[in-house]
Each structure stands twice: as structure tokens, then as C-alpha cells.
């Protein structure tokens, strides 16, 4: 599949869907607590979603039975939400989702803790987070998606993680997964080189042990091998002129995150 070029009324497009997706997690973030159930928030993702007048894009997607991926400790990504499945006190909590506006798509994916957290588990969601900040600051014009990766796993293994090897981020459009694959770590190839108008997944996951990862039995959840415990974010990006725009992150998010860089 060839890379897309999206012009300026299809990243307006996906503006909006990434708008509408940010406002779907900050209500999951509000609603998750101790006592409810995978499903519970599985719920509440695809009403929301509906009530926007969109498409949960994960829902039925090569047979994914629900609009959110919900993944809990040592669960990487691609949990299936349960009636079964109680949310308790010190999990962290990955929150995998996405939705069709106009027939654009975004994704977008937030790990948070639940009651009391160990200070292990809120360091790893915090330099997962951090890393996707790391490796945008090379998605520019110019530069290759390797790029990208170095800035992630970098700063990931600097903090003593590990990057997974086994699942990537991608390119997103008028379909939820396109060209080109985006690594989150260093390979041999440079990747393709960013221009404008490309819109990107870019999601680090990222291990507190080893990056070795297993398919659990249902073919969907992915889980980390030696059972430590494992983060991720997601964002989707569109390339401008001059670097990268996050459209998957409310206003407020954005003004919180340039006060948070300026102090630094």
C-alpha cells in the first residue's frame, strides 16, 4: 500500500475526528475506577462515539468484538473488554480506541492508574507518555520515521525500559491502518521520509522487563512475556511545514503540554 498524502480539507477531516476521539478518553479517564467492569468502558466508549454521530472503528475490525481495547498490567495492547473482568485498585490501565468522522479515522491510546498506584507503575506511564513526546520533536519535513524510533527508544531505554519489538504504529487515513509501518525502535532501514500532509500512529508501548511480548489465547490480547508491567500512548499526527501537529489531544491537553515544556 503507497503512503497517502492527505491535502488540507482531509487533515481538517481528521482534525475533527481526532477532536471528537480526545473527548471519548477524557471521558473513559473521568469514568474508569475501582469496580467496574472492561465492558463497563467498552460502553461508555461506544455511546459516546455514537452520540457524536460516528463510527467506532475498532468495533468488528478483522473481528475485534469491541469499540475500545482495554489492557490491564502486563497486558501490552489488545485487550477484549469482559463482563467478567473487574477493575481493581493499583492497576494501570491502557485505554486503546478510535472512530470514523466523514470517513476519516483517528486512534489514539492513554494508559492510567486506578485508586493508589505503585510509584513503578505511574514512572512507567510517565516516561511512556514522555517518549512519544521524544520521538515527535523528529517528525518534521525532511526527516525518516527512524528518526521517530531513535527519539523513542532512546529515551525509553535511558529510563531503564524496554521497547517492544513485535507491534508498531502506522500510517491512518481514510482506513485505520495504511503505509508506511512506524517502528518505535531503531532498525537498519531509515523508514520513508516525512512530507507534509502525512498523518501517523504513533504509538510507544513500552515494557518495564523485557520487550519479548506473547499472544494470549483468544489471538487477540498481547502480553508481556515475564509478566512485569507494560505502558502505552498514542497519539495520531498530521506533518506540516514545519513539524508535526497532534490531533488527537483536546486544546486545554496541548496549552497544559506548552506550559509543561516552557518550565522545562
Same mark, same amino acid.
Given at each position: 500500500? =503507497?503512503?497517502? !498524502? ?15 476521539? +480526545? ?21 461508555? $466508549? ?7 454521530? $460516528? ?13 475500545? $481495547? ?12 469482559? *463482563? ?12 486503546? +480506541?478510535?472512530?470514523?468522522? *466523514? ?5 489514539? @491510546? ?6 493508589? #498506584? ?6 512507567? #506511564? ?45 500510517? !491512518? ?5 495504511? @503505509?508506511?509501518? #512506524? ?15 502525512? =498523518?501517523?500512529? !504513533? ?19 498481547? +502480553? %508481556? ?10 497519539? %495520531? ?6 513539524? $508535526?501537529? #497532534? ?8 496549552? +497544559? ?8
Amino acid at each position: 500500500m =503507497a503512503i497517502t !498524502i492527505k491535502n488540507e480539507h482531509e487533515i481538517a477531516l481528521m482534525r475533527e475526528s481526532g477532536r471528537l476521539l +480526545a473527548l471519548v478518553h477524557e471521558e473513559m479517564r473521568k469514568e474508569l475506577k475501582e469496580g467496574m467492569t472492561t465492558k463497563d468502558i467498552d460502553r461508555i $466508549c461506544e455511546t459516546m462515539i455514537r452520540d457524536f454521530g $460516528c463510527i467506532p472503528n475498532f468495533l468488528n475490525y478483522q473481528g475485534f468484538p469491541a469499540s475500545v $481495547c482495554v489492557s490491564i498490567n502486563d497486558e501490552v495492547v489488545h485487550g477484549i473488554p469482559s *463482563k467478567k473482568r473487574y477493575i481493581e485498585n493499583g492497576d494501570i490501565v491502557s485505554l486503546d +480506541a478510535g472512530l470514523i468522522y *466523514k470517513g476519516y479515522h483517528s486512534d489514539a @491510546a492513554r494508559t492510567h492508574g486506578v485508586g493508589e #498506584i505503585s510509584p513503578e507503575a505511574q514512572r512507567i #506511564i510517565d516516561v511512556t507518555k514522555q517518549s512519544f513526546f521524544e520521538g515527535i520533536k523528529f517528525a518534521k519535513p525532511g526527516n525518516h520515521l527512524v528518526d521517530i524510533a531513535r527519539g523513542i527508544q532512546t529515551y525509553a531505554e535511558s529510563n531503564g525500559y524496554s521497547v517492544v519489538r513485535d507491534l508498531t504504529g502506522h500510517g !491512518i487515513g481514510t482506513r485505520l491502518h495504511e @503505509a508506511p509501518e #512506524i517502528p518505535n525502535f531503531v532498525q537498519r532501514r531509515r523508514g520513508a521520509k516525512m512530507q507534509k500532509g502525512m =498523518a501517523l500512529a !504513533i504509538e510507544p508501548m513500552i515494557n518495564e522487563g523485557t520487550y519479548d511480548v506473547y499472544w494470549l489465547d483468544n489471538d487477540w490480547t498481547v +502480553a %508481556t512475556v515475564d509478566g512485569k508491567l507494560s505502558a502505552h500512548y498514542e497519539n %495520531t499526527i498530521a506533518i506540516t511545514d514545519e513539524g $508535526c501537529e #497532534i490531533l488527537t489531544m483536546l486544546p486545554e491537553e496541548k496549552e +497544559a503540554l506548552h506550559s509543561e515544556q516552557k518550565e522545562k
